[in-house]
């Protein structure tokens, strides 16, 4: 058990199915790295970023974390974002939440989990800044599945008021950001809307995003 042979077996039987199938690719993803697509996404092990899309190591550049959360003082993060931005020249950052998050949900419970709480923090700002609208959502899994949304989109506003970002639009180079959410109940990722590629399609984009999320509860609420 200390060596878990069976992941090694695993890897080895993965290493040699690859090599088959394609004889040159550990050699040339060896030599480097050129992804289009940064992943910021949850620290879930059921919504593994390369899986989800179908893609091959060497496609995307990955940051995950609880929650899918951005913010301004996570150097972990950043770090990561500004390597993506200046160093691999992505053209797409997905930011990628998912329904039934356990983070979201101890964010909205009300009960104490210990040094998490203070990561936690970050989506009930989001919540209590859209406190009006989740309102109208219930309880459980429908208040929770809002603020996942509400959630996503908040976070891509954070990526694109990064200097990182804005530095990068600035001086012209091709950037757009996404919005997804994938359901674990089916595997199927959807678009949230707040699509940017520019300074000024921040706001629009995502008062857009946020104003579809609150159409759908008043469809909910009326039907």
Known sequence: MRTLKN??????????????ADPSFFAETSKSQHPQYLWIGCADSR?????????KPGEIFVHRNIANVVVHTDLNCLS??????????VEHI???GHYGCGGVKAALDGQ????IDN????????AQKHEGMLGGAGSGD????RLTELNVIEQVLNVCRTTIVED????????????WIYSIEDGILHDLGACVASLAEVEPAYEAAVEAIAGRLAEASNG
Do not use: F
């Open 168 to 179: 990068a639009w600035e001086r012209g180079q091709s950037l757009c950001l996404h919005s």
């Open 119 to 126: 990561w936690l923090r970050h989506i009930q700002d989001v």
């Open 142 to 145: 429908a208040r929770t599945d």
């Open 47 to 55: 919504v593994p970023a390369t899986t989800v899309v179908d893609m």
């Open 80 to 89: 990561v974002l500004q390597y993506a931005v200046e160093v691999l020249k």
């Open 7 to 20: 992941l090694l077996d695993r890897n080895r039987s993965w290493a040699d199915g690859t090599r088959a």
């Open 94 to 96: 997905i930011v990628c």
């Open 112 to 115: 104490r989990h210990g040094l």
